[in-house]
């Protein structure tokens, strides 16, 4: 049977809620580097000290994984819907007539990117964000999946030489994590519409870049195996990554006190985090519907037709405005 977003209504808030119903969504992410990607906080790339499994204590305790915060998985995802609304005409202007600007003093408070992500215009006022999800880690770890890269500036232009024909003098070393390296998040979606699910989903499907952007730096993928309904927060990413962890070991039958090689296969990663996921849904103390692979493949195909048809994007975009 075709399932679609609409066999799902009542997961979703009627209108459009400020108040708590209890309504949870979790979309089940990987994300996969695709090109070298820079996460830091400081100098460095953003790591801290983990264990490496949820059983296995591989480096003992100096597994570092490297992390991607939050603000920096969810703000490229704003900026793509910002986008969209923007093309539109769908983003609110303030009462100056300036336009909706994120992290600024010059958020509007009503358009859906303000409404469903927060905002923060003064302590009065500020809405909270539908969206949450917290630190997601590498899978394998920090001194594996990070290298040293030097970098010559490129200008627009493509080549070290600028506009006005100057030679660019711009030389640095930085640590940069390796294409091909695993982060598994969960994103909560609390107490929304049909339509702004839909919204938000697309977000995350449709970005391409986090971290430091350039125009060989920052590339990443988004693969949505799972999604579930649920009364209940469900796991942190760090769990599920740790338990996917033990899981790719013993597949690859890797020996005690030893990682696995980088690159990890995609298939194996997906694999074992399918596994732990459904597992861990299943211990939940809640209800959960947690949608089949092929429920999951149905509703990420009709949002993308949706994304693909203009007048259908324009109506369901317009009722969030
Ligand atoms: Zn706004």
Known sequence: MNMTIESYKEHFAPQRADVKGGKYISVFIIRKTESECIFRTDKEISNEITLAGKTRRDLDTQFA???????????????????????FGLLNKNE????????????????????????????????KSHVVSDESFSMLPYDVVTTEH??????????????????SQALGTDEVVR????????ETITDVTMDEFIYVLANITRTR??????????????LVIGIAFSNCELFANLEWTQETYDEICHELKVADDTVPDFP?????????AENVMRRKVGTMNGEVLLLDAKETAQIIDQVSDIYRDEKKLKTVLSRLA
């Open 65 to 87: 994984r490297v992390y991607i915060s939050k603000r920096k998985q969810v703000a490229p995802e704003r900026r793509s819907g910002r986008e969209i609304l923007r093309k």
């Open 96 to 127: 100056d007539g300036s336009p909706c600007e994120i992290n600024s003093k010059k958020m509007c408070g009503k358009c859906a990117d303000c409404c469903l992500y927060g905002s923060a215009i003064g302590d009065e006022g500020a809405l």
């Open 150 to 167: 030097t970098f010559n500036a490129i200008y627009d232009t493509g080549t070290m030489i600028d506009a006005s024909g100057k030679q």
């Open 179 to 186: 294409p091909g390296e695993f982060f598994l998040d969960i």
């Open 209 to 222: 870049r986090y971290g430091a952007m350039s125009s060989r730096l920052g590339k990443m993928s988004n």
């Open 264 to 272: 990890l296969d995609p298939d194996v990663v997906k694999r074992c």
